[in-house]
């Protein structure tokens, strides 16, 4: 038996291993293991802190994040839907929603082959899974970064006529990303993951126009519930868009870091150090620590909700789905 197919049979039993149910609840208990080590750490750090929570702020926050995460599962599944494989948005979400709370495992790959198992047990190829991952990686980065410029801007001090041309060049970056010849080969890179699951990928520009404008407004949305978040933590009116901004931005640094699973530390230094000039850095210490809490609480509901809505996924071994 030649490399090539010895490769082949070790992938074939590892997605065979991976298609049992309780392998999958295993991880999920696994993933929830490391999840509630994380959060104790920071319940630790928030007891020796004094906040004067104003609830119905935190109340707001919260009401406006959770629709802001299912707008997320909505973007990744139009990603999917270009690349020709189509799910329900239930599953989607639970696809999403359930992987997320692996990443919390120390490697920082467990939310994707989550995601790659999921969506073979919803019946997506794998191949179309990871096809649509990068693509939302892609995007989500690119325009999490453009959001957090301002922040950014102003953390480096950087003068409002270099901002200015920073955006432009970010601007005719991205015109050039979208322009046909440049989605041509796109497709074409992507069908060489793709195949052959899909007839063949084909980039449409304006759907990806919007998408991307649907990405920014995510996180305009998400800032936005941060600002909330802030007001009920003790921040005054403040600048909205210096809150806004520097969310994004510390989420896209703690993604990149590649150190610590989910971007943990990196993400709340990045966020305190992007805060302090607009709320002081008491106060932005407190909301970066309290900032993990919030989000990682919001999305163990929705995983919990997904779960009950999506129980199929662990009680049934489908054999693995297409590859």
């Known amino acids: 038996m030649g490399a090539h197919d010895r490769g082949a049979a070790f992938l074939a039993g590892l997605r065979q291993l991976l298609a049992h149910p309780w392998l999958r609840m295993t991880v999920l208990g696994l993933s929830l293991a490391f999840l509630f080590l994380v959060l104790r750490a920071y319940w630790a750090d928030m007891r020796s802190l004094q906040v004067a929570v104003r609830w119905w702020w935190v109340a707001a926050s919260v009401a406006v994040l959770l629709p802001c ?77 453009l959001a957090g410029l301002p922040a950014l801007a102003n953390a480096a001090r950087i003068a409002p006529t270099v901002l200015l041309a920073v955006l432009v060049v970010l601007v005719a970056g991205i015109a050039v990303a979208l322009s046909p010849p440049v989605l041509a080969g796109a497709g074409r890179a992507l069908n060489s993951i793709v195949r052959p699951t899909t007839a063949g990928v084909q980039l449409r520009r304006r759907p990806l126009i919007a998408l991307f404008c649907g990405y920014c407004l995510y996180w305009v949305w998400l800032g936005t519930a941060f600002w909330l ?55 932005a210490g407190v909301v970066a620590l309290v900032a993990r809490l919030w989000l990682t609480l919001a999305e163990l509901l929705a995983a919990a909700v997904a779960l009950a809505a999506n129980r199929s996924l662990f009680r049934s071994a489908r054999g693995g789905g297409r590859t």
Do not use: C
């Open 69 to 145: 995460l299912l707008m997320e599962v909505w973007l990744w599944r139009s990603l999917l839907d270009q690349i020709g494989w189509s799910l329900p948005l239930r599953g989607a979400a639970g696809v999403w929603f359930l992987s997320n709370l692996a990443r919390y495992i120390p490697g920082n790959v467990w939310q994707f082959v989550g995601m790659m198992e999921l969506g073979a047990a919803s019946g997506i190829p794998r191949k179309a899974i990871l096809a649509s991952v990068l693509l939302h990686q892609l995007f989500s980065n690119l325009t999490g970064l």
């Open 229 to 283: 978040l802030g007001r009920g933590l003790g921040a005054g009116s403040g600048s909205l868009v210096g809150w806004a901004s520097a969310f994004p931005a510390s989420y896209v640094a703690g993604y990149l870091s590649l150190l610590t699973p989910s971007g943990v530390g990196v993400r709340e230094g990045v966020l305190a150090l992007l805060l302090a000039p607009v709320a002081g850095a008491g106060l």
